[in-house]
């Protein structure tokens, strides 16, 4: 049961505002998610960017919440860097104003981050590590590159069945602006949005 303040901003998802291009982007993710459900096989999605800083936290989240607003089981999302730095603190902020419950549970450069999506889910752990990190899956699951400077530095990524690229601009060129706020919830509208519309298509039985 997702949090209703979570409930309520995806409400204000518009599908229509995704592009033909970009949902052309998304079907191969969709179908191979479908294919997973037909197979009653367990889901696994590791989001990487260059920096598991941004985008790619962004996204394992809004896709977990997705999940579980449409009743896909047997799905886990996860997120990793070609790079470990910290999740930037713009995110938990900015997935605080959508209505996850966020709890810092270790400060420093690379602090951890408990994010909850509903009352009796699993919290995530957010926090940087590299892809292949012990803490994300090792093999049967999906690269999603999430920016194009990291799906263009890895051309291999060990243990994936599937590699998708589905790029979104990076919040950060906002940082230290008047404009960051108002950017870092776009690109959150963005991802969530684009996030909910791959699961919305997927039939479960």
């Known amino acids: 049961m997702l949090f209703a303040e979570i409930k309520k901003t995806m409400e204000s998802f518009d599908f229509n505002q995704i592009s033909n291009e970009r949902k052309l982007m998304l079907q191969p ?20 960017c260059t920096h598991n ?27 990793g860097g070609t790079k470990v730095t910290g999740m930037y603190s713009m995110i938990a902020e900015t997935l605080k104003s959508a209505g996850f419950k966020i709890k ?18 699993h919290p995530i752990i957010g926090f940087s590590k ?12 999906a690269a999603i590159m999430t920016c194009s400077q990291a799906d263009g530095g890895c051309p291999f990524i060990a243990g994936a069945e599937k590699r998708f690229p589905i790029t979104f601009e990076d919040p ?34």
């Not at 989240?61 to 799905?75: D, E, G, M, S, T």
């Not at 810092?104 to 889910?121: A, D, H, Q, R």
């Not at 590299?130 to 699951?141: A, K, M, R, T, V």
Request: glycine share 4%; hydrophobic share 30%; net charge neutral.
């Open 29 to 48: 993710l969709i179908t191979y998610i479908q294919n997973k459900v037909n197979n009653e096989e367990h889901i696994r999605l590791n989001f990487i």
């Open 130 to 141: 590299l892809y292949d990190d012990d803490f994300n899956p090792e093999n049967q699951f």
């Open 172 to 205: 950060k060129v906002s940082d230290g602006t008047t404009m960051q706020k108002e950017v870092y919830q776009q690109r959150s509208y963005q991802i969530g949005t684009e996030m909910l519309y791959v699961f919305s298509k997927i039939k479960s039985f």
């Open 104 to 121: 810092e549970l270790v400060k420093g450069e690379n602090p951890v981050y408990s994010i909850k999506y509903g009352e009796n889910s």
């Open 53 to 79: 800083s941004r985008r790619s936290h962004l996204s394992q989240i809004w896709a977990q919440a997705a999940a579980a607003h449409y009743r896909i089981n047997n799905l886990s999302c996860y997120s």
